[in-house]
């Protein structure tokens, strides 16, 4: 099946340091999704992308869809304490509603 | 306000045991789908459904099954809980135009 690989898979750094992380896929796709997790709760979305080249901001967040379709970015900038959590990348399956997930980058940041 | 929900939120079982996890949302979505969430695998989708009497199996189904009998409620069954099955489960409904899914809180299932 179709497979989302994300990088990094964690992430420890000082706060108001900027952040980076990125998903690539095998196949190509029409929507790329950035979640993020807070702790024991559910994911929430941040930023959706339905175009390739489209480069998106929310605040200090910004995500961008990759040329190829098949890779996606998300940058946060100056980061804050409440950016911790896990982040999630999803694809929407062409053809189908369902959304696949990479495997998350837990972001710890240190005061 | 509109809203999903899931229950319970904690719940430790023994082996071989039935288990039911329910999940409710009020926004009248068609398309709703369960997860687990693991370590190392981020979510994984177990089954899911758009619309009533419908319903689909996932990448990783063996052991689960679900029913969707009305549009709001989609109860994740385990019927015969295994401890691989120790997760924490996320229920989602999904948007009709933008395609972007709203979790509930999640559930934590201990198989013991």
């Known amino acids: 099946g179709q497979q989302l690989n994300q990088s990094p898979q964690s992430m420890f750094i000082q706060e108001g340091e900027d952040v980076s992380m990125n998903c690539t896929s095998s196949?190509?796709?029409?929507?790329w999704l950035w979640y993020k997790q807070d702790p024991g709760e559910g994911p929430v979305l941040l930023i959706a992308?339905?175009?390739?080249?489209e480069l998106t901001s929310n605040g200090r967040l910004t995500a961008q869809f990759g040329i190829t379709r098949k890779d996606s970015f998300l940058n946060i900038s100056a980061s804050i304490p409440s950016d911790v959590g896990i982040y999630f990348c999803?694809?929407?399956?062409?053809?189908?509603?369902?959304?696949?997930f990479g495997q998350g980058t837990r972001l710890t940041i240190n005061p | 306000d509109a809203e999903i929900t899931q229950s319970p939120r904690h719940k430790i079982t023994e082996t071989g045991r039935q288990v039911t996890l329910a999940c409710h949302q009020t926004?009248?979505?068609?398309?709703m789908f369960w997860y687990r969430q693991d370590l190392g695998h981020g979510l994984r989708l177990i089954h899911y459904?758009?619309?009533?009497?419908?319903?689909n199996k996932g990448e990783v189904s063996d052991g689960y099954s679900v029913s969707r009998s009305n549009t709001e409620d989609l109860p994740l069954t385990l019927e015969s809980a295994a401890s691989s099955q120790t997760s924490v489960y996320f229920c989602?409904?999904?948007?009709?135009?933008?395609?972007?899914?709203?979790f509930g809180e999640g559930s934590r299932l201990t198989v013991l």
């Open positions: 999803a694809e929407q399956i062409q053809g189908a509603q369902k959304l696949v």
């Open positions: 196949s190509i796709f029409n929507t």
């Open positions: 992308l339905y175009k390739a080249g």
């Open positions: 926004w009248n979505h068609n398309n």
């Open positions: 459904s758009y619309g009533v009497q419908d319903t």
């Open positions: 989602a409904s999904q948007g009709a135009n933008t395609g972007e899914l709203f």
